[in-house]
């Protein structure tokens, strides 16, 4: 199993930024793919972005599309979410997961293994 520790959660202004952090356990292997996902309490997980670790091909969840941005750092093995101009719409718990292959363009959260624990995103107005 590998874990993953997400950071870089906290409070921002509505129209700020702020960068979420992904850092696994273990090298991420070429196949993986690595995904963000929002969680409001007593709601399901909702896809956000992902991101193929071997060539760093993306896909966003349409709210997220013009103002996140997915990124890896192969170097650090971390993957990046920037948020900017979040509203408070985006106020969530924030996780990341990831799997070991398929498709980017399946945002299913039960297609991915491991989980961290999430950090909590508080946008206001």
């Known amino acids: 199993q590998m874990w993953l520790v997400e950071s870089g959660g906290g409070s921002v202004p509505a129209g700020g930024a702020l960068r979420l952090s992904c850092v696994a356990s273990?090298?991420?292997?070429?196949?993986?793919?690595v995904g963000w996902f929002r969680q409001a309490p007593g709601m399901e997980r909702a896809f956000v972005a992902n991101i193929r670790w071997s060539i760093g091909s993306t896909n966003y969840a349409d709210s997220a599309k013009g103002r996140f941005t997915i990124s890896r750092d192969e170097a650090e093995n971390t993957v990046h979410l920037q948020m900017d101009n979040p509203t408070p719409e985006d106020t969530d718990v924030y996780s990341c997961?990831?799997?070991?292959?398929?498709?980017?363009?399946?945002?299913?959260?039960?297609?991915?293994?491991?989980w961290g624990q999430g950090t909590q995103v508080t946008v206001s107005t």
């Open positions: 273990e090298p991420h292997k070429p196949s993986h793919i």
């Open positions: 997961a990831t799997r070991s292959a398929g498709s980017i363009k399946n945002n299913d959260r039960h297609a991915y293994n491991d």
